[in-house]
């Protein structure tokens, strides 16, 4: 997209201290901007993850909330809206991304009132209840209110945003249009998605063909493989699927080594609190496991807490015959979408949480309540012993949704409505 558009990228260089000399890679310019540790500590760990995280959603763990943290959000933020002021060519379009810059669109409205501008929430908005908790929330709201389109996941996080606005500002509204110190500010929902076709070709290349059937013979030719494939995070309800795939075991539905189930548990946010404590109950849960049902050579779960490659999950995906995805919430879940991309021989089934977002485009899913424990074991139960032919019909329907609502459907949907949102009121 910013290739297409000749664009701009603003952002951190994923390295603590003095930010790089911008460059150009690609055919993008890249403005890298300073991050300390610090800041890292404070804005990133704390205040974006520590508080915002939980809080949207559904504050699945509690929030911390720090006055030290809320102060280094503001000078971070005031950082990057500083950034994209410089570089932003007159009368330019700027899309700023996710929960850890709510503040820079109206930083960056104060310095550049002739820009464009749009801000997209990659997570979950939470509703009134939950984010009036929020020490900031005036702040966080008028931040939001300095862009012309904000655009969530779901209708649901758009609307709760609407009503918000009204509730702490009293701004007033017509059905998703807000108004805010003279202007017009529109909040739609623009589900992301993921490369299709990018994802749809490299499952097919032969050499990830032959990797998918290296890995079941590594994992000794199964009658079924159940993949889990997840960043190592509380939302996404890794305990949950693996509690559920002990009580199959124990009940005899499932059995191993017929079956076998593999999670891969991506590291993430490890110096966070919550973050630690989940690893430690995640791998207990795994160990216990493997010590009831698993024998010497053979284990009932494989538990694979690192990173891999585009090519390597590809594999994973085309090798599994069951994919878990049951996150307690979750603004999209870009991994159902992959593990459909990836199944073009329509094999395969999809176990899918109602709280994800993808939930919503991905109908033929089994979708579940992962709360409901018992509901989570039929739907897995159901995936495993699927007839092949609805099995494919299934997967059909969902491959037909993301070719036709890819990730270049997404962008254009939201550069498109920015184009005609921000004009000035009337009063």
Request: charged share 25%; aromatic share 8%.
């Amino acid at each position: 997209m910013l290739v297409e558009h000749e664009g701009t990228w603003v952002g951190w260089s994923g390295a603590a201290g003095p930010a790089p000399v911008p460059f150009r890679s690609d055919g993008i310019s890249l403005h890298p901007v300073a991050l300390s540790e610090d800041d890292l500590e404070r804005y990133y760990e704390g205040m974006s993850n520590a508080t915002l995280w939980p809080l949207y959603h559904d504050a699945v763990e509690p929030p911390y909330f720090s006055r030290r943290w809320a102060q280094s959000y503001r000078e971070v933020n005031e950082r990057f809206a500083e950034a994209a002021a410089k570089v932003a060519a007159p009368d330019a379009t700027v899309w700023v991304q996710d929960y850890q810059l709510q503040l820079v669109p109206a930083m960056l409205r104060d310095r550049r009132p002739d820009l464009k501008i749009g801000f997209f929430l990659h997570i979950p908005f939470p509703p009134i209840e939950l984010f009036m908790q929020l020490p900031q929330r005036a702040e966080i709201v008028r931040g939001l209110l300095g862009a012309d389109l904000i655009g969530f996941q779901q209708k649901m996080g758009a609307q709760n945003f609407v009503r918000l606005a009204h509730h702490v500002l009293g701004c007033a509204y017509s059905g998703n249009v807000i108004e805010y110190e003279g202007r017009q500010i529109k909040a739609a929902a623009y589900p992301i998605s993921i490369d299709t076709k990018e994802i749809e070709d490299l499952s097919n290349e032969p050499e990830i063909r032959a990797r998918a059937e290296e890995i079941r013979a590594e994992l000794g030719n199964p009658k079924t493989i159940i993949l889990g494939v997840d960043r190592l995070d509380y939302t996404k309800g890794i305990e949950r699927r693996l509690k559920a795939y002990r009580e199959l075991l124990s009940e005899e539905r499932l059995s191993v080594p017929e079956t076998v189930m593999v999670q891969v548990a991506t590291p993430s946010r490890e110096r966070v609190g919550h973050y630690q404590t989940l690893r430690v109950r995640v791998e207990r849960e795994v160990g216990r496991i493997n010590g009831e049902f698993g024998r010497v050579g053979v284990s009932a779960v494989h538990y694979l807490h690192q990173s891999y490659s585009r090519r390597e999950l590809a594999a994973l995906y085309r090798a599994a015959d069951v994919m878990i995805v049951t996150p307690l919430r979750d603004g999209m879940n870009l991994v159902a979408k992959e593990y459909v991309a990836s199944r073009a021989d329509t094999g395969g089934a999809l176990v899918l949480s109602e709280f994800a977002g993808a939930a919503n485009e991905l109908r033929q899913a089994l979708l579940c309540n992962p709360h409901d424990l018992d509901a989570l074991k039929d739907a897995i139960i159901r995936a495993t012993n699927m007839d092949p032919e609805e099995g494919r019909r299934r997967m059909a329907a969902m491959q037909r949704q993301i070719r036709k609502h890819d990730v270049a459907y997404w962008s254009h949907s939201f550069l498109d409505d920015l184009k005609s949102v921000g004009q000035p009121s009337d009063d």
